[in-house]
Nanobody, 130 residues
Framework: QVQLVESGGGLVQAGGSLRLSCTAS??????????MGWFRQAPGKEREFVAA???????????DSVKGRFTISAFAISRDSAKNTVQMDRLKPEDTGVYFC??????????????????WGQGTQVTVSS
């Protein structure tokens, strides 16, 4: 069973920075067959795409709202586990929400489409105060 564990959330003032990490383990396919992404959900809103990266960590994708402020990276830890991080700079109050890490089989679906992700972590809270 694939497990995704997020860490790094917290409370920060506007303009500050946070780094989120997600460690994935238990892949039955090779690590290089999985790409990973981040989505966030604010109270009363749907889960929205934030950033994603392809399986070999070379092609990032960002939502327009975070492009230029967030940076995603990823690397393999072993044959069946991987880690990705998202560096979040110049944070804004509208970045507040629960951030979820997801895993998607490379080549199936689209990195920005929530329903194409097969596995999710439990989420980590990010709160940006004004």
């Amino acid at each position: 069973q694939v497990q995704l564990v997020e860490s790094g959330g917290g409370l920060v003032q506007a303009g500050g920075s946070l780094r989120l990490s997600c460690t994935a383990s238990g892949y039955s396919y090779r690590v290089k067959d999985w790409s990973m992404g981040w989505f966030r959900q604010a109270p009363g809103k749907e889960r929205e795409f934030v950033a994603a990266i392809n399986a070999n960590g070379t092609i990032p994708y960002y939502s327009d709202s975070v492009k230029g402020r967030f940076t995603i990276s990823a690397f393999a830890i072993s044959r069946d586990s991987a880690k990705n991080t998202v560096q979040m700079d110049r944070l804004k109050p509208e970045d507040t929400g629960v951030y979820f890490c997801g895993a998607r089989l490379e080549g199936l679906g689209l990195p920005r489409r929530r329903d194409d992700y097969s596995y999710w972590g439990q989420g980590t809270q990010v709160t940006v105060s004004s």
